[in-house]
């Protein structure tokens, strides 16, 4: 479990790392908090020659938030530093259910929201060593041929287990960009690939600089439910993020549902849209969307669980969060902005 040699080079300017990433196209990798990044070397997964350390970059740290302009988070804040952002609560609660979750507080401390955001897929063929993958002859995604969870297709199956995305979906976040063209802005929802081997989509050169999400989806009821192995630390088996905003009577004017760790993308239920603004609470539409989750989940052989529970549980997340927040009453604060 040796790391391969590589190059670090520590960049004081958004500029001078995009144009360091254009130098070196493949051979080049961004490093943040390096959580992901570091055990992947140790298993060889890659090897860049040269690993582009951003974390000397100013203009990629701290939190605003305000009534204008809505929440922008530099790619360099931490897991932590959102989990204990005094707003986070009343304004993003789905947001904050989703960073508490992630790992343990160690590498809530280290891991960035950037790196939460850009993580590789996972699979229980290629998260191993070299020495365990090449005893299988290795996987699509790495040394191989074969897609040990569907031999027979030619598609990777890896699964995106990071939490954050599918809590940032349920509020419309968008990415901060930057690239040799310059600056540019994209739909969280369209920055996933669906594609285990290709999973995000960034250009040679290009890196994520901020998340922003607008002030419309702020104050919205949020949870984000979680099955793993290990409550203390471990990778989602599957995740249900839910958001929504309840009005005084008590009908629903906005709900999004957004799943992870059951696709090689984190995914919108979208018809969760559709079906529930403008309707009051009924036990038959909230198990109707938990029934359209099981759909939009392909939960295959991947991680430690079977596909069966993990598809169960995601059923089991949707019902009871959109229950919770659909019931839950609160005060005048979640309509106020500011
Ligand atoms: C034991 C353990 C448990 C974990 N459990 C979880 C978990 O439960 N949930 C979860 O979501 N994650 C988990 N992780 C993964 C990780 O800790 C977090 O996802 C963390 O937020 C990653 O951020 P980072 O800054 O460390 O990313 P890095 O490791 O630095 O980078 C991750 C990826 O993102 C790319 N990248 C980073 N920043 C940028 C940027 N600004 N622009 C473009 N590309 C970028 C890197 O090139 C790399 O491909 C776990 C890790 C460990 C070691």
């Given amino acids: 479990m040796t790391m391969p040699g590589f190059r670090v080079i520590r ?16 051979e080049a990798m961004v490093i943040a908090g390096g959580t992901d990044v570091v055990p992947n070397l140790q298993m060889r997964l890659f090897a860049p020659r040269v690993l582009v350390d951003i974390k000397g970059i100013g203009e990629l740290r701290g939190i605003t938030c305000n009534d204008r302009v809505g929440l922008r988070m530099g790619a ?16 993003f609660p789905v947001l904050g259910s989703a960073v508490r979750s992630v790992a343990g507080p160690l590498q809530r401390n ?9 993580l590789e897929t996972r699979c229980l063929w290629y998260n191993q060593s070299e020495f365990w993958r090449q005893s299988l002859g290795g996987c699509l995604k790495k040394q191989g041929d074969v897609c040990h969870v569907a031999p027979g297709g030619q598609r990777c199956w890896a699964v995106w287990s990071g939490d954050s995305a599918p ?7 968008e990415l901060e960009i930057a690239g040799p063209g310059g600056r540019r802005r994209i739909p969280l929802a369209e920055f996933y690939r669906n594609d285990g081997m290709n999973r995000i989509a960034l250009g040679r050169g290009e890196l994520v600089v901020a998340v922003h999400v607008p002030v419309s989806s702020a104050f919205r009821r949020g949870v984000y439910r979680k099955l793993r192995v290990r409550d203390s630390i471990d990778y989602p088996l599957a995740g249900v993020a839910v958001a929504m905003k309840v ?7 906005a709900a999004r549902v957004a799943l992870a760790a059951v696709n090689p993308a984190p995914q919108l239920v979208h018809a969760a849209a559709e079906r529930l603004e403008g309707k009051r609470y009924s036990a038959e539409l909230v198990e109707e969307i938990a029934h359209e989750a099981i759909r939009t989940a392909k939960p ?13 549980m995601v059923r089991l997340f949707t019902r009871r969060a959109l229950e919770e ?14």
């Fill in 11 to 26: 960049p004081s300017s958004v500029d001078e790392a995009v144009r360091v990433l254009a130098d070196n196209g493949p």
């Fill in 167 to 173: 809590a940032l979906l349920t509020v419309e976040a």
């Fill in 300 to 312: 295959l052989t991947t991680s430690a669980s079977t596909p069966v529970y993990r598809r169960d």
């Fill in 110 to 118: 280290m891991g960035t929201i950037g790196g939460n955001l850009c």
């Fill in 76 to 91: 360099l804040t931490t897991l932590t530093e959102i989990a204990e952002w005094k707003f986070v609560e009343r304004c």
């Fill in 325 to 338: 927040l659909w019931q839950t009453r609160r005060g005048n604060g979640e309509k106020r902005a500011g």
């Fill in 247 to 253: 009005d005084g009577q008590g009908i629903c004017r």
